[in-house]
């Protein structure tokens, strides 16, 4: 998203002007965890540029999975999990990414494209998994709206996969994108609205249930047939902080797991229990090795083992403060999380 000025900063504008304005809530306490690498740095120096990651996990060997991620102002940069950039596509206006394993093969990666502000768009590439290498694809229109959150749901066998996003403008839209070896073919419907400015969202193809983050509101779970939405984790209640940012989801059996979500106005992260949304807790990723995480945008996470470093799973968070060098990601070991929070 765009940063928003510091909750410091904000506080001492609303007191000076206001009188008695209310001081930025605090969530409840948070544990601390750290991260065990970072990516280097994005390209773009001295700007809110990195925004949001995606994981692809290689079956063959884990260790060896890859990263996917944004700069807002330059394009998509490819990672190895020791945070060393393999690859870039230069493409400017790319917000939040996803991608998804196709059924004849292949990779296909989605990002958010709000190059016209107007109208919001799918960018499309392919990511070939030996050399990290991405090629850019078709650029699909999907409705009115400045281009912002994305997430798909997996691809079907037929070729076909469901990609929805959240432009800025409250609408949420769902993409049919059928593809062939010919091209891509879309059919977009607007499945819900939010009342003000969403993001992050999430689909669990479990339950058909999109989550979606209202940034000054809350979560929103959203029936993916339907459009039937309910506000499941408002901000505001110790857990959430406004800016609600990034959404990840950790699935366990047939509907269990976790919802993580990036509680930006107090650069922490709360934890929920799947599918009730019951609170399991927060955490912020402290001071270590690596650094801290502050103001994180765009949040992916993966529970499935990722080799000896992360054999319980993978959490990474985008660092909006990496000073004093560009924004980056963070990545941290999921079972520590879980340990942190007595949620093993």
Avoid at 141 to 153: F, Q
Avoid at 208 to 217: I, P, Q, R, S
Avoid at 229 to 249: I, R
Avoid at 262 to 278: C, F, K, M, R, T
Wanted: proline share 7%; glycine share 12%; charged share 20%.
């Amino acid at each position: 998203m765009d940063k928003r000025i510091t909750m410091l900063a904000t506080a001492s504008l609303a007191l000076a002007v206001g009188g008695c304005a209310t001081v930025p809530a605090m969530g409840d306490p948070a544990v601390s965890v750290y991260a065990t690498a970072e990516t280097s740095p994005v390209g773009t120096a001295n700007e809110d540029a990195a925004d949001d990651p995606a994981i692809w996990r290689n079956p063959a060997d884990p260790s060896k999975s890859l990263i996917v991620s944004t700069d807002k102002k330059g394009g998509l940069y490819v990672y190895n999990l020791k945070g060393e950039q393999l690859a870039f596509m230069p493409a400017p206006g790319l917000n939040n990414v996803d991608l998804v394993e196709m059924s004849g093969g292949g990779i296909l990666v989605l990002a958010s494209d709000r190059q016209d502000l107007a109208t919001a768009h799918i960018q499309l590439a392919m990511l070939d998994p030996s050399t990290g290498k991405l090629t850019a694809g078709n650029r699909v229109n999907v409705g009115p709206g400045e281009g912002y959150g994305i997430c798909a749901g997996p691809m079907s066998d037929a070729g076909t996969l469901d990609v929805y996003s959240a432009p800025k403008e409250g609408a949420i839209y769902r993409t049919r994108l059928t593809v062939r070896p010919d091209g891509v073919s879309s059919k977009t419907v607007t499945l819900a609205t939010v009342p003000s400015q969403p993001e992050g969202c999430v689909v669990d193809p479990r339950t058909g249930t999109l989550y979606v983050g209202e940034e000054a509101a809350g979560i929103w779970a959203i029936d993916t047939v339907s459009g039937t939405k309910k506000l499941v984790a408002p901000t505001n209640t110790g857990m959430l902080v406004p800016d609600l940012e990034g959404l990840a989801l950790a699935p366990e059996g047939e509907d269990g797991g976790y919802l993580v979500a990036s509680s930006q106005g107090d650069n922490a992260y709360a934890v929920y229990h799947l599918p009730g949304i019951e609170p399991v807790g927060r955490f912020r990723i402290a001071k270590g090795t690596f650094g801290s995480t502050e103001e994180t945008d765009g949040i992916e996470l993966d529970n499935r083992s990722f080799g000896p470093d992360y054999p319980h799973g993978l959490f990474i968070a985008q660092d909006g403060i990496n000073s004093p060098h560009a924004q980056n990601f963070k990545l941290v070991s999921w079972g520590a999380i879980l340990k942190a929070l007595g949620a093993e």
